[in-house]
Structures are given as C-alpha cells and as structure tokens.
C-alpha cells in the first residue's frame, strides 16, 4: 500500500506560481512513475505531468514550458511547479503514485486562478 497526501493549492492570480507537494508513504519502494492529473467538473481527468524512477518526465502540450515536475527521493515527496498559471488552468489536482500492480491517488488539491 502507498498512502499519498498532497499539498498546495489554492488561489493565485493569472500569471503567478504555484507549487503543489506530493508526499508518499508505505511500500514507496515499489513505485515506479508518479504523475500529476487535473480534472475540471464535467470532464475527465488528465494527465499532466510525469516523472519516472529514472528521472526521465513528460508534460502534456497545455503546460509544456510552464509546469516542471520534480521529485526528492530522500522525502519521497514529487513537486509541481506551476508557473504563468491562467484561468484555464483552474482545476482539481491530483497526484498519482504507480507500482506495477496498482495506482494510488491523492486526495486531490484545488487549485483556482483567478483576478
């Protein structure tokens, strides 16, 4: 089992930063990739980030060159760092922890952008 807690969202304004946190606990060991999605209400959720065991990462085209995920192994913990952030990006956030039987999620962090 991985428990995943995730932190950092909230209210920024069109053009600012946020950075959203993603600590994990448990069977850590057994993770192999862990992703950011996002979800808007009616529609589905989407992939947005990615970073493997490797360090190897893919971003989606919507946040290409804006949004850097990263992750520290000693706190097994992934960031998101969002930058230029505009209202299309207002959404729930999700962190997603892989093994190779199971994907765990987090509990999900609002994050609104908005003047």
């Known amino acids: 089992q991985v428990q995943l807690v995730e932190s950092g969202g909230g209210l920024v304004q069109p053009g600012g930063s946020l950075r959203l946190s993603c600590a994990a606990s448990?069977?850590?060991?057994?993770?192999?990739?862990r992703s950011w999605y996002r979800q808007v209400p009616g529609k589905q959720r989407e992939i947005i980030a990615q970073v493997n065991a490797n360090g190897a990462t893919n971003y989606a085209d919507s946040v290409k060159g804006r949004f850097t995920i990263f992750s520290d192994s000693a706190k097994n913990t992934v960031y998101l760092q969002m930058n230029s952030l505009t209202p299309e990006d207002t959404a729930v956030y999700y962190c997603?922890?892989?093994?190779?039987?199971?994907?765990?999620w987090g509990q999900g962090t609002q994050v609104t952008v908005s003047s």
């Open positions: 448990g069977s850590v060991s057994r993770i192999y990739v």
């Open positions: 997603q922890a892989a093994t190779y039987d199971q994907a765990y």
